[in-house]
């Protein structure tokens, strides 16, 4: 502590050290460096990027809208190959379909007769399904149809609407007319728009994906509409193709009610139904495989008597609503493709394209990198200069060291920077052999750890390449628990690394430690299920209860549960583990809180019992994981608990298992007298 407060009082001042000239010249360029970066990333970068997420978004929606377009329009996917080519050249993008096995239906990317197609991507972009299309995908590329509201038939005001219909519109199935309908159709609605636009309103006909024609209403006046006295008798009316699809589904729906023990109801074309209750109809979502009603207007300018169509409020109509849903999946399913996942990538491979940036944007980037480099070398040489002289002396001596020479001990001629950093060298090499020798066995034992899972990635990873492993599940499965240990060996030796260098940071408060065993044996409840072993926390007989410390709860949650997880690991099915902790005094009349794991295991020898604590000591000398860890859990117990000012000690009996012992200093001036 002297020498501490002595070096402290002869500390340089900043404004004369080379840490003060070097933090000031790094700050001028850093200064400089981030705003020319932070200005060129904004002026060249954000609108590129956005314009090509905007590209990509819109070329993959068009193609995932083709394909479900052609999914409702075929039963099978025989005929889609030329049209996945067409879209991977349109979009510039590979396109692949598969079955949901993985199984190629068409891919625009082909196989050489030198090397095969690049592998999918582990992720479908979607799934092409035109009976089971989610929200996003619903609302993509219907045109004309997904931007207006259709007005409900007479007499199903307040209709009760189900929510979840997602059948592609364009999967009409049965409903598909024949021309001569389609025809006769079409001229009903032309004389019905003749007739509007004599009343000066003003419609289209547009043509729904059966093939039915409708009334579209443009403007935005509804009250002319309902005085208008032009016939749609011919459009609400079904065709004989519609009566007869009408009625198979009548006849689904029906079945489907009477399994559920409902009464059978009666659809209408606009798949409204109606019971022999009374007369009183109830809809489901406008159906979009199913004819349209003959006039529809825009949703903003819907007149009040056409109201949205109310949720289903009954238990029956939503049944019946359900069994509507199902049996119309029923009656399309043989006239549409089956499911499939698109794979949209890029032609190389990658998940997504990139996007390149202009040949002047380019350019900027390239000046100012170079005027920012020009900058910091400047600044760099002017600084380095006058470090480069002083630190030859150093150099030379670490040369000689590295050549196997005598720690030499370099001659510090001031009292700044250089001649303190000279002394610090002075003084490792002093320490240079002993540390040397601790180096040899820490790497020695580390690279013994390491081995063993290393070396099985490896196999894995040859098995894999010369066609003996088959990358499966199982595969992926044992590289990940390969992985997952080595990151546990260099975690526990990170936090071991810390602790000796005494930079093993704690944030101590309040703790009350029944709580915290409490929440230790729930974390490993789990592994002592799985082990068959019992994990209680007991009150200690005859002793106080444990009083309040003050430590990181994080740290001594980690060091009681590497004591748990090595209880369980060594205790046998049908052994038990417990936690208890009491309080105690020291030899000079201090408060302690106490706490012990103990385990019925097989227990340790009296020739090991001095080891234990040892990093990478393992009473198995064979060092196979199935039997133990890697030796450093009981290691990095003994760090936290120093780390706190305690004590660690083990008692351990041969057959009959082991009492880990922590000792922790209570908090407060008389810690015995406030208990938890």
Known sequence: MPRRAERSRRRLPLRKSLLGRMLAVSALVAACSVAATAWLAVQTTSGAIEQEQGQNLAADTRVLD?????????????????????????????????????????????????????????????????????????GTGTGA???????????????????????????????????????????????????????????????????RARVQVVGNDPDRLRGSRCSTDALDTPTPTEEKALTALNELVNACLDRQGREAVRLALDLSWSTSGGPTATAVPEPVAAPEPSISVPQETRPTPFATPSPLDSENDRDIASCVGIA????????????????????????????????????????????????????????GVRLVRPL??????????????????????????????????????AHRARLEEQRKVMVSDVAHELRTPLSNIRGWLEGAQDGVAEADATFVSSLLEEAVQLQHIIDDLQDLSAADAGALRLHPEPVRIGELLAHVAAAHQAQADSAEVRLTVAAPAGKEPAPALDADPVRLRQAIGNLVANAVRHTPAGGRVTLRAYAARTGDGRGEVVVEVEDTGSGITPEDLPYVFDRFWRAEKSRNRRTGGSGLGLAIVRKLVEAHGGTTAVASTVGRGSVFTLRLPAAGPDPMDTTV
């Not at 307040?158 to 929510?163: A, F, H, I, L, R």
């Not at 030379?396 to 950093?421: F, H, K, S």
């Open 66 to 138: 083709t394909l479900l377009a052609h999914a409702a329009g075929h039963p099978t996917w025989d005929a889609v190959g030329d049209t996945v080519d067409e879209l991977a050249e349109t979009s510039g993008r590979r396109i692949t379909l598969t079955t949901p096995g993985r199984r190629i239906i068409a891919d625009s990317a082909q196989a050489s007769e030198t090397s095969p197609p690049p592998g999918l991507p582990p992720q479908a972009s979607a799934v092409v399904d035109p009976l089971s299309v989610t929200a996003v995908q619903a």
């Open 145 to 211: 149809e997904s931007a207006s509201v259709t007005v409900a038939a007479p007499g199903a005001e307040g209709t009760k609407s189900s929510g979840d219909d997602r059948i592609d519109a364009r999967a009409v199935g049965p409903f598909r007319l024949p021309d001569a309908e389609r025809t006769s159709l079409r001229r009903a609605a032309e004389e019905a728009v003749d007739c509007l636009g004599r009343s000066g309103i003003a419609s289209d006909v547009v043509e729904a994906p059966s093939g």
């Open 392 to 429: 030859h002396a150093l150099t030379g001596a670490a040369q000689r060291m590295r050549d196997g020479a005598d720690p030499p001990q370099v001659v510090v001629t001031a009292d700044n920077e250089i001649g303190r950093l000279a002394a610090a060298f002075n003084d490792m090499s």
């Open 328 to 383: 119309r999946q029923e009656q399309l399913s043989s006239y549409v493709a089956s499911p499939a996942l698109l794979f949209i990538s890029d032609p190389g491979g990658g998940a997504v394209p990139g996007f390149e940036l202009s040949s002047a944007n380019t350019a900027k980037i390239i000046g100012v990198a170079a005027l920012v480099l020009a900058l910091t070398v400047g600044a760099s040489v002017l600084a």
